[in-house]
């Protein structure tokens, strides 16, 4: 996909994209002088400039050491337009293609986060602050495509993104922004406002939410962190305001966003004539809503505590455009929270993190707190696939010989897919095992699906030998796709290709990708023998890496008679030259079949 990018009001069901990329230009804090003249320098040429500004940029304009890689980012694209928000997405999302992600993953354990939470009291309590903006980060995987995955976390939020633009080495991301947060917003007549957050309380949809509201409004101790960084916030924009023209208007004031409640209080200022933007960025970035206060200290002391860099997290998306009056210009940005970062790691697959934090004063209670940030992240966290994952299993005398393979791939495909799975599932396969007549051989189904969880159906298994042919399949696969690794319910491309080979007298067929290379059958995987060795398709070609696989590649003497097995591409060439080919799938076990004609 192209680089482009969407400033997405999900409140107001307003949008504006940005298209037609033309270049982009990192500065550094030093370079931050120069910003003013880069801005009219693109305006000039009729461009339109979405901005990303990383957390670490502000931390030289707080006399604090950099890192090398954090930039103010300058996007400049051609063209800029109104558009709605879910025509732009279902524009740029592939039909029917699923997107989701794998159980998140914090960098930070409990026991390790409790231990922060003291840590920063103890610098509370000896003065260095009063409070800090504590921040850890989930990683994940992410599949499909990333509009779509957008698409399926949006929030309702005034402040969102979905942009695929270039890092400061020239490399694309997508950025998956649901941010409730403003950050500046300056208005044609050199009006600015800004409206820090400080006050969480979650929505259940219980009947006691809107008592939850009243009471985070009143709580002392959300009020007292909200006083503080109203007082730091007013202090910033004190730096660019006219004299006595910075105001409070609206205080503690409760809003709905997504899954939560906040605590937000808007600020005003009148700025003086002649203001730049780079006057702006140097007095007011970072947002001190994601410091703490003293700014300065507090972004010391989260330096000291933090385990990684923040990146874009907590820093600013937006944008700023030229107009008539006021300073010249106008715009908006948002406090980057609540994002999805994403780096590309092959074909349709991503290496996600998604920042969370809260503040942290005094009185915190730590265990609270934590509990917080997994408010702030259940939207993500509860992102489910749109799909289920089964398993096959050959059940005889209430027994399954590869139980124990069944049940690690349920789980482990369960987590990379983000699905809730019973934490034993082996048992929960063995109980019902136990409920099948003692006598016969059964196909037992296990599936594992978001709506019902795990669930159980059989019926007798037909004990005639397989079909001993094999044809190939008419479809072409992709080089890549992740899902192929799992056991889904979305087999209809394998459901027809081993139904058309049962239609030509054949037990199954076997699917080749684009690139050549032999991947699995509609229902088994192959072994193809080349001379004195045997062959398997390698799983990074994204195959189902099926049980029966597993136990033959465990011991490879037992079923192919063959001291080892190499994970292989194996051509058509290969294929149609083999001495022998083998399938197997947990149902059949291990067979030999011939190449149909």
Not at 45 to 70: K, N, Q, S, T
Not at 222 to 238: C, F, K, Q
Not at 358 to 382: H, M, P
């Amino acid at each position: 996909m192209p680089y482009s990018a969407l400033l997405d009001d999900a409140v107001n069901g307003r949008a504006v994209c940005y298209e037609g990329y033309a270049h982009s230009r990192f500065l550094t804090a030093a370079e931050l002088g120069t910003l003013d003249a880069c801005l009219h320098e693109g305006w000039q040429r009729g461009l339109h400039v979405f901005i990303c500004a990383d957390y670490e940029f502000g931390l030289p304009l707080a006399d604090l050491p950099g890192r090398a890689d954090a930039r103010l980012a300058l996007h400049w694209f051609k063209h800029k337009r109104e558009t709605d928000a879910a025509s732009w997405l279902a524009a740029h999302c592939p039909q029917n293609a699923p997107a989701g992600i794998s159980a998140p993953q914090s960098d930070t354990p409990q026991t390790a986060y409790i231990q922060a939470v003291h840590d920063i009291q103890a610098a509370i309590a000896r003065g260095d602050t009063y409070q800090i903006n504590y921040t850890t980060r989930l990683h994940l995987t992410a599949y499909g495509h990333p509009a779509e995955l957008y698409r399926r976390l949006r929030q309702p939020v005034p402040y969102g993104a979905c942009a695929c633009l270039p890092d400061v080495h020239g490399k694309p991301r997508w950025i998956l922004c649901f941010s409730p947060e403003l950050f500046l917003d300056i208005s044609s007549d050199g009006l600015i406002r800004t409206e820090p957050m400080k006050g969480t309380a979650p929505i259940l949809n219980d009947g006691l939410d809107g008592q939850r509201a009243r009471s985070l409004q009143a709580d002392p101790k959300n009020r007292a962190e909200n006083v503080m960084i109203v007082d730091l916030l007013r202090n910033d924009l004190g730096k660019i305001a006219r004299t006595g023209r910075v105001r409070v208007p609206e205080p503690f004031k409760v809003s709905r966003f997504g899954s939560v409640w906040q605590m937000t209080s808007l600020i005003e200022a009148e700025a003086k004539p002649q203001t730049r933007a780079a006057d702006i960025f140097r007095a007011a970035f970072p947002c001190g809503s994601i410091t703490g206060a003293p700014k300065r200290m507090s972004m010391q002391i989260i330096g000291q505590t933090e385990t990684a860099p923040r990146g874009l997290y907590t820093g600013s998306i937006g944008f700023l455009e030229p107009c008539e009056g006021g300073l010249g210009f106008r715009g908006t940005l948002n406090v980057v929270i609540r994002t999805l970062e994403l780096s590309p790691l092959s074909d349709g697959l991503y290496h996600g993190v998604y920042g969370v934090g809260s503040g942290i004063v005094a009185d915190s209670e730590a265990q609270a707190e934590y509990t917080e940030c997994q408010w702030k992240a259940r939207f993500l966290n509860r992102l489910q696939p749109e799909f289920g994952i089964f398993e096959t299993l050959h059940a005889q005398h209430k027994q399954c010989t590869l139980l124990h393979l069944h049940a690690g791939r349920l789980k482990q495909s369960a987590a990379a897919l983000n699905l809730p799975c019973p934490d034993h599932p082996e048992a929960h396969i063995r109980a019902y095992l136990n409920t099948l007549p003692d006598n016969g051989a059964f196909r037992v189904k296990a599936e594992l699906t978001a709506s019902s969880g795990l669930t159980f159906s059989h019926a007798p298994l037909d004990g005639g030998p397989p079909l001993p042919k094999v044809c190939l399949a008419e479809t072409v696969l992709p080089a890549h796709d992740y899902l192929r690794r799992f056991k889904t319910t979305r087999r209809e491309i394998y459901d027809t290709g081993w139904r058309q080979a049962e239609r030509q007298g054949a037990f199954d067929s076997l699917f080749f990708n684009r690139d050549g290379f032999l991947l699995e059958g509609g229902r088994s995987n192959v072994f193809v023998k080349t001379g004195n060795e045997w062959h398997t398709p390698a799983l990074d070609l994204d195959i189902l890496n099926g049980v029966m696989r597993q136990a033959v590649l465990a011991d490879p003497e037992r079923y192919l008679g063959a001291a080892t097995v190499r994970e292989s591409r194996i051509t058509r060439a290969m294929l149609r030259d083999a001495g022998e080919i083998r399938l197997s799938n947990a149902l059949r076990g291990v067979f030999a079949v011939d190449l149909a004609k």
